[in-house]
């Protein structure tokens, strides 16, 4: 009897030490799969997957043709001239032996001429030139620029003019439709297509000494080649959804992937251009890395993405809201970051005295902070490029509305006195009304000092003296 009942303990031993052995061998080791289908492991597993209806097979034709009738005519084609070239006074269309040209696209952003482009098309240009679509031309005046962002803004004496309406490329994502509107090859008014391939790109081509350049860019297959630069990015609603700005390429032409700021950013910028002159720049003041599957294991980081602070800068937006170095900043006014480029579009769009809600984690702890962004210099205030009313021995003021009234005029800068310098040399006089320089119209001291600043060479003044027209070349 004792016999029989220890041969049924062991049997029953065995029996339990059998299946847990099995359920321990199926949960933790990977003997292969029990099924010889992939697709009916992914029927099994798909149940709930959505059935081939109608919205997912492409019964009406994608219409590429009426965004394309909506941008085109607002798309211009800009070419530029470089170097010490020098007008001629008897032939004032053209420079005399300019060093060099260039070209590139620009988009009408308001009725009354405002333009957006790239900074690199414009840059250190001497002379700005805009053709419509309908083949008008008009000197550009450069209203300001970022090369942090590569972007810059224009504007042309005109109205009633076509403009593309700003989308939001927050809502834009990968494998939705998009066209290229620009002037490749100096070829105008071309239209490609492609769909958006990745959204938040680094692609490392911009520069400054501070580390303050921003790319966050749209990526997309859209055919992009020399003189799209600053041509529109659109949806099939016609609206601006990017500035192409950059092609990823071994040969110099489009090899496949295209770059767009993308117009959240750009947005901003225009408006801080237009308002201020130049960018006024909210900071957080850190410096940052992307989390790295090695970062995160050196660090004893609990998480997979978002962005180290490295370092925090003193007095800094980051130090005042309690970041510390070590901390992972994972969202930006509740939006997930999940890299550099992200957390740097969204706090760009800020600008000093805003603040921003930082969400992050510390020892594996989230916590969130509101941040009150600062500018470079660590002020929290704005600050507007400043306007000098001499230069190089003339002194300017604007002229009074009842006086540009009485000529006729809708602008200009008075001369008020001459002492020695290039202007006096030049054969300038004082009391002279200056209504232009290099054809572009100048309005007042501050359209004066904007337009000086990018000169080189031979400069053409136009104006008014005692009611009689002036055009003298000066040396700059």
């Known amino acids: 009897m004792k016999r029989l009942l220890l041969i049924l303990l062991v049997a029953c031993a065995a029996f339990i030490g059998a299946i847990t052995g099995s359920i321990f061998t199926l949960k933790y080791f990977d003997g292969g799969p029990a099924y010889t289908s992939i697709e009916e492991r992914q029927n099994l597993k798909l149940t ?28 211009v084609h800009i070419s530029t001239i470089y170097g010490g070239g020098r007008f001629s006074l008897n032939a004032l ?60 803004l224009l504007k042309i004496k005109a109205h009633d003019l076509p403009f593309v309406k700003y989308g939001n490329s927050d809502d834009v994502s990968a494998g939705e439709w998009v066209l290229a509107i620009g002037n490749p090859f100096n070829l105008n008014s071309t239209v490609t297509a492609g769909i958006v391939s990745a959204k938040a790109r680094n692609i490392d081509i911009l520069r400054n000494q501070n580390n303050l350049q921003i790319e966050s860019f749209i990526q997309t297959d859209a055919a992009v080649n020399p003189g799209n630069s600053g041509g529109a990015l659109v949806n099939l609603k016609g609206e601006l959804i990017g500035i192409n700005s950059a092609i990823a390429t071994a040969t110099g032409s489009f090899d496949g992937y295209s770059f767009a700021i993308p117009v959240s950013l750009v947005k901003k910028i225009m408006d801080d251009l237009l308002e201020f002159g130049s960018v006024q720049r909210g900071l957080l003041g850190v410096q940052i890395n992307n989390v790295t599957p090695n970062l995160a294991e050196n660090r004893n980081l609990n998480v997979v993405q978002g962005v180290f602070v490295s370092l925090v800068n003193k007095g800094s937006a980051a130090e005042s809201s309690g970041i510390e170095p070590g901390d992972v900043i994972v969202a930006i006014d509740n939006h997930p970051v999940a890299g550099v480029s992200e957390l740097q579009e969204w706090v760009a769009r800020k600008r000093p005295g805003q603040s921003v809600i930082v969400k992050y984690l510390r020892n594996g702890v989230e916590k969130e902070v509101l941040a009150k962004l600062k500018n470079f210099e660590g002020s929290e205030t704005m600050r507007e490029r400043e306007v000098r009313y001499e230069l190089e021995g003339a002194q300017f003021e604007d002229v009074p509305y009842s006086q540009l009234t009485e000529l006729n005029l809708d602008g200009g800068v008075l001369i008020k006195k001459l002492d020695h310098g290039k202007w006096k040399t030049a054969g300038v006089k004082e009391n002279m009304i200056i209504t232009h320089i290099d054809k572009v119209a100048i309005d007042n001291v501050k359209d004066l000092n904007r337009a000086m600043e990018m000169k080189k060479g031979g400069v053409l003044i136009e104006g008014l003296w005692h009611g009689e027209k002036q055009a003298i070349g000066l040396e700059w």
Request: proline share 5%; aromatic share 8%; no cysteine.
């Open 93 to 152: 269309e053209q420079y005399l032996n300019p060093h060099s040209q260039s070209s590139g696209s620009g988009v009408i952003i308001s009725d009354d001429g405002y333009i957006v482009t790239n900074n690199h098309v414009i840059e250190n240009a001497n002379s700005i030139e805009i053709t419509l679509h309908n083949n008008q031309r008009f000197f550009a005046k450069l209203v300001g620029q970022d090369p942090n962002t590569d972007l810059a």
């Open 48 to 75: 709930n997957y959505a059935a081939d209806t109608v919205q997912y097979r492409n019964v009406i034709p994608i219409n590429f043709q009426t965004a394309a009738k909506l941008v085109t005519p607002a798309v």
